[in-house]
């Protein structure tokens, strides 16, 4: 099974809406990535989690707050978001032997996030 | 700082016809490229990854060059066809980042019926 799923796949959001994105995989990944996508743009690495732990946090607002419950599973929480926020949210998962990068990534489908 | 760039923005070809998507990076000292595919609105695909230490790389039609000296990786795609037609993107694997890639803009590619 070599597939990342992302729910849900579009999500419309007010301002003060507390929400969360989630992403799971079940190829034995160690290592999950959250990126933001705007159109027309490649993606922007916003988390990295290694063995469960964030490895990478790339001066993402504190309005986005990952957590990585277990090795299968990465969820994004999102709190008091802005306009400009509005994009596609891409997970991807690789082996994670100390080398991350060094290995393929795997993308989900994304969630399409619209903040109103 | 290692850059990516992918020329052209944009292709249009007749189906059928062979084609080779450009990406170039400014650094040598890479451990590895991907290329990806993305469709309109969805999740990118990941097609081919060469380590540094490969020339090349073939899944089906398609076969992607990397050399290392020239900064400079194609993706050569044969008897393209219509859904074939989507963004390609290229990313870069660093040495001294574990999980980081460097990403070209992508060609925009649409294959004519």
């Known amino acids: 099974d070599t597939e990342v799923t992302q729910t849900p796949k579009h999500l419309v959001m007010g301002m003060t809406n507390k929400k969360s994105l989630k992403c799971e995989q079940h190829m034995g990944h160690r290592a999950m990535y959250w990126y933001k996508q705007k159109a027309k743009k490649p993606p922007e690495l916003m988390f990295v989690?290694?063995?469960?732990?964030?490895?990478i946090n790339e001066s993402v607002p504190s309005r986005f707050s990952p957590e990585c419950p277990n090795s299968s599973l990465l969820n994004l929480h999102l709190h008091a978001l802005q306009p400009e926020d509005s994009a596609l949210y891409l997970c991807?998962?690789?082996?994670?032997?100390?080398?991350?990068?060094?290995?393929?990534?795997?993308f989900g489908p994304g969630t399409r996030l619209t903040v109103l | 700082k290692q850059e990516v760039t992918q020329i052209p923005a944009a292709l249009s070809v007749p189906e059928g016809e062979n084609l080779v998507l450009n990406c170039s990076f400014t650094?040598?000292?890479?451990?590895?490229l991907q290329w990806f595919r993305q469709d309109p609105g969805k999740g990118l695909t990941s097609l081919l990854l060469i380590q540094s230490s490969q020339r090349e790389q073939t899944s089906g039609r398609l076969n992607a060059s990397l050399d290392k000296s020239s900064g400079r990786s194609t993706l050569y795609i044969a008897a393209s066809q219509p859904g074939d037609s989507a963004t390609y993107l290229c990313a870069v694997g660093l040495m001294d980042s574990n999980y980081q890639l460097i990403w070209g803009a992508g060609t925009k590619l649409i294959i004519k019926p």
């Open positions: 650094d040598s000292a890479i451990y590895n």
């Open positions: 989690y290694s063995y469960e732990k964030l490895s």
């Open positions: 991807a998962s690789s082996q994670a032997t100390g080398y991350g990068a060094r290995n393929e990534q795997f």
